[in-house]
């Protein structure tokens, strides 16, 4: 049995409920049909104080900025008293079903979740093993989010290991215990046979990778590579917030959540035998490694509490997952992992992708960060092509370009890295919350002791790039080609760099 231990949580929501009425909810998952990619949900749940309850299914998951409407995976939902005694309940919009005549009463809720693509942010179930999306899978009262909650699992045969990163109920295996629901959506399940590597620990701190279906890679290795990007990436904020850390491999497929004291990750080990896939597979664990940071605890005041219903948009995507892309990169370079060319070679990928899109006419980063609950992370399909731009792409270009503007102008004494520091103790650790859009800007121009104008019309504006003036700030420079219509783009040395010039670029590739 594989367990850890959550240690912080997000700032819990709902509304003020009168003091008197503090219901109880446990939930029973069990799996009857995996074969047919099905689960079934118990809720038992009473103390109410009222005739009537509206229950809901989130209809997204925190990051992950698409409305997934989960609720439309709930089948044959059905509600009965402590006595058996039908109790009359009714969907009464896309993800809200409604509860009539339970004053007083324990209420018993059963239900069944299909489940019919395997991708991060779904549930999936199959024969084999189960990897469960709380979002997906439990209903909650509105207005009531801030209660605790319990949670048993009741294992298929021959599935005899779960991780999560709830707490176990007075260490019983399968029992588990939430302080509110903005804690169990950010805990997610995998079930089944799985395997769990060599552990690592950091300034004390065990850290984890368990996984299904892990495939055939050298694990010594990998878990000695990985273990260098995690002390890089606490190197950089300097505090561990958790008290155990585990990277849960959901198995071969797309995509990577983040949780608090742990990341989903899709993982082939098998990609692990290049040393392109090898790269890839490092920024990919830096990058959802580093959001335990940047996102879950340094975060734009939009995102926390959750607005599960509809979605949270935010301007500040661009910071949330476009800076977290370029620490990822200088991460594993910082880690002695990568070399100088593999570190240019990843930013003129995202610089490529900017300029041979003509969405950067159109669409601006925070234009761009609030628009991905309808154009998607990576811009919109189909008529629109050519009319949005990816934070993923301009994040971390534009999060290059502000560091060293900092850099700069503080002849090298400060960096991005001490806005993220700043971020981090002050509104995280102090503040108790998150940021906004200009308490963002000007955690940036006080650490720089110099307005950045212009790198934040980058930011709200479609104006180009100056990359001469920014990368020329590190001894760097932009070379531009032309190729059967596309541009290509790559990142050398200045021939004859200045003193602050060699100093800046040393700093920032971590020699």
């Known amino acids: 049995m594989f367990r850890f231990v959550l240690f912080l949580a997000l700032t819990c929501g709902g509304a003020a409920v009168k003091a008197q009425e503090q219901p109880t909810f ?17 809720l038992r749940t009473n103390g109410w104080n009222r005739d009537t309850l509206q229950l809901k299914m989130p209809a997204w998951m925190p990051g992950y900025y698409q409305l997934m409407n989960y609720a439309n995976n709930v089948l044959g939902i059905t509600a009965q008293d402590e006595k058996g005694q039908n109790i009359p309940i009714a969907k009464t919009d896309d993800n809200s079903w409604v509860l009539s005549g339970i004053r007083q ?5 059963n239900y069944d979740v299909k489940t019919d693509r395997q991708f991060v942010a779904n549930s ?36 005899p290991n779960i991780v999560t ?4 109920v007075d260490r019983e295996p399968d029992k588990y215990f939430a302080r509110d629901f903005d804690i169990l959506y950010d805990c997610p399940f995998l079930i089944g046979n799985l395997e769990s590597l060599r552990s690592f620990k950091v300034r004390g701190v065990e850290h984890r990778f368990i996984g299904y279906a892990m495939g055939d890679f050298d694990r010594q290795d990998f878990m000695d590579k990985l273990a260098k990007v995690v002390a890089v990436g606490v190197d950089i904020i300097g505090d561990i917030p958790y008290r155990q850390y585990t990277f849960i491999g959901i198995g071969p497929g797309r995509g990577g959540i983040e949780h608090l004291n742990n990341t989903t990750v899709s993982f082939d080990g098998s990609n692990l035998r290049t040393a392109a896939g090898m790269n890839q597979t490092l920024n990919f664990l830096a990058h959802e490694y580093f959001h335990h940071y940047n996102v879950k605890r340094i975060r734009p005041m939009e995102l926390g509490p959750f607005n599960y219903d509809a979605g949270s948009p ?13 620490y990822e990169y200088l991460i594993v370079k910082r880690a002695g992992l990568v070399d100088e060319a593999g570190l240019f070679a990843d930013f ?16 601006s980063l925070v234009q761009a960060s609030y628009s991905t609950w309808k154009d998607g992370p990576f811009g919109t399909q189909g008529d629109a092509v050519g009319k949005t731009i990816s934070y993923y792409d301009k994040g971390p270009v534009v999060g290059m370009l502000l560091d060293f503007a900092i850099r700069n102008a503080t002849r090298n004494e400060k960096s991005l890295d001490d806005v993220m520091r700043f971020l981090y103790r002050y509104y995280y650790q102090q503040q108790q919350r998150g940021f906004t859009d200009a308490e963002f800007r000007q955690a940036c121009e006080t650490i720089a002791g110099a307005p950045l104008t212009e790198l934040f019309e980058y930011v709200h504006t479609t104006k180009e790039l100056d990359y001469d003036t920014y990368l020329g700030y590190a001894g760097l420079k932009l070379d531009i080609r032309e190729r059967q219509g596309k541009k290509e783009v790559e990142i050398s040395r200045l021939p004859q760099p200045d003193s602050l010039q060699t100093a800046i670029l040393k700093s920032w590739l971590g020699d």
């Open 26 to 42: 446990h939930y029973v998952v069990s799996f009857p049909k995996p074969a047919m990619h099905q689960y079934h949900v118990e």
């Open 105 to 109: 009463k324990a209420i018993i809720l």
């Open 124 to 159: 999936y179930v199959d024969s084999t093993h189960a990897y469960l999306i709380p979002g997906n899978t439990f209903l909650y009262v509105d207005g009531f989010l801030h209660l605790p909650v319990s949670v048993e699992v009741e294992p298929y045969p021959g599935w």
């Open 165 to 168: 990163g709830l707490d176990n």
């Open 314 to 326: 935010t301007n500040l995507l661009w910071v949330s997952e476009g800076l977290t892309v370029y």
């Open 348 to 363: 003129a990928q995202n610089i490529r992708a900017v300029e041979n899109n003509p969405g950067r006419h159109f669409q």
